[in-house]
């Protein structure tokens, strides 16, 4: 008998892409041929795990959504399902609007889709999945939730509080995943800096990174959305302390002005901000920070604005990412302010900040040439080899292009001279 297909097609971010690989190895116990993103939907049943943060991920799911729900009117395929933040947040909405839908699961009650495929549960570990990154590197989520409750900020309302996961569950899945070959491992949540904090009532996040580096067959281990309030310095030490946990932390900071941040709700003000900086620099020298910036928050005057500027000129930041304000349904802002910054003016106070860092990056760029970095390769094409440094995550961070004059091994790490730079890209050789 021929194992039915099933098409997964997972929105949103490597939180999600987490749960569509936990969805994808439950499917394969469960007898189904199950495909991730395919170029070209074949099967029948078709289950898309969706995103709800801004406006753009929402604007995406939904438009997915419609192109089966069209394909299912044609006759193309069977049966469809969604699941993830879009469907934990507006399941009614989507089920009148969209009734083609067969059946909504939210974020977390989607491990009941197996169940109801086949009226069986998989004998599947929870951490168990089906790789869908290149198999040397992956993500591995340590909690769910956050309690923090930024103003302008949605996923409280989907994910609900902070919930972390223990800590020997977490060293069995990395000690899983070294086993089949991954040397990589990228720790992500809503809120690092909480994790452990409803476990026992500490900063657990030190304790688990220098348990996880002591793994052998861990080449890197990299930090992904801490939070600036309440950070978990102990974690600095272990970085300093580990080879393997690499000199990069990716801390959302949004905003520098004392006013727009009171109104963000974010806990801190800029001369905390600026004490938690200079101390990671100083813990940690050489360490390169991923941050993201938020224009056009309501409060924020044109010098609120220039403030922003000039911190990230005075600061540069290695890594940076940057938005303009959106108002999101029921969140704080939404109810207690109003969206008056008129979108050209957002607009073009996103593009004069990433200006800015365009040339903050150029200049870190170029003071790297003709030094000598470790990298790991993810990829080639026809005239490069394609790696990243520790200091480079993937997908986000720039690229090492590196000439082929021999022969290397994906997934494998190499010595290479940085030869040329520009501001999001790096050329080498071997």
């Known amino acids: 008998m021929k194992k039915k297909r099933i098409d997964l097609i997972s929105l949103g971010c490597s939180k999600n892409l987490v749960d569509s690989e936990r969805l994808l190895k439950q499917l394969s116990d469960c007898g189904f041929e199950a495909y991730h993103d395919s170029d070209e939907v074949k099967g029948k049943i078709v289950v898309i795990n969706t995103c709800g943060f801004i406006g753009d991920a929402k604007e995406e799911s939904i438009n997915t959504i419609l192109k089966f729900a069209e394909a299912k009117d044609n006759g193309n395929i069977d049966k469809l399902y969604v699941m993830g933040c879009l469907s934990e947040r507006y399941r009614e909405e989507l089920q009148q609007e969209i009734p ?18 086949i009226n069986s549960y998989p004998s599947t570990l ?32 989907i994910t609900g509080r902070h919930k972390s996961r223990p800590i020997d569950e977490i060293l069995s899945e990395v000690k899983d995943l070294v086993s089949k070959g991954v040397k990589e491992f990228n720790i992500i949540a809503q809120d ?3 994790y452990g904090l409803d476990l026992s009532n500490e900063m657990m996040l030190p304790e688990l990174i220098d348990r996880m580096a002591q793994i052998r067959g861990v080449e890197w281990i990299r930090l992904h959305y801490a939070y600036p309030a309440q950070f978990p310095y102990g974690v600095l030490d272990v970085m300093a302390k580990h080879k393997n946990v690499c000199k990069y932390l990716d801390i959302a900071l949004q ?4 006013n727009v941040l009171k109104n963000m709700l974010r806990h801190v003000d800029k001369q905390k ?22 224009v056009g928050f309501p409060g924020e005057d044109e010098e609120a604005y220039n403030e922003l500027v000039d911190f990230v000129k005075g600061i540069k930041f290695e890594r940076m990412g940057a938005f303009a304000y959106c108002e999101e349904e029921d969140t704080y802002a939404a109810k207690n302010y109003e969206d008056t910054i008129p979108s050209d003016v957002k607009t073009d106070r996103l593009n004069k900040l990433m200006d800015v860092q365009e040339q903050i990056s150029l200049d870190l760029n170029e003071s790297k040439v003709g030094k000598t970095f470790r990298v790991i390769i993810d990829k080639e094409d026809k005239e490069f080899y394609i790696g990243r440094t520790e200091f480079d995550s993937p997908e986000v961070d720039p690229e090492v292009l590196i000439e082929k ?12 001279e940085i030869t040329e730079a520009l501001p999001f890209e790096l050329f080498a050789k071997p």
């Open 273 to 294: 901000t600026l004490d938690l900086i200079h101390t990671i620099r100083e813990k940690v020298p050489g360490i390169h920070i991923r941050t993201t910036l938020m």
């Open 405 to 416: 004059t021999k022969k290397l091994g994906i997934g494998e790490f190499y010595n290479v």
């Open 192 to 194: 690092l800096s909480s």
């Open 255 to 258: 905003h520098i002005n004392d």
């Open 100 to 117: 083609e839908i067969d059946k909504l699961y939210g974020k977390f009650d989607w491990t009941n889709l197996t169940h109801d495929l």
């Open 126 to 157: 929870p951490y168990e999945r089906i790789l869908t990154t290149p198999k040397h590197y992956t993500y591995i989520k340590i909690s769910e939730g956050c309690n923090r409750f930024c103003a302008f900020c949605a996923i409280p309302l």
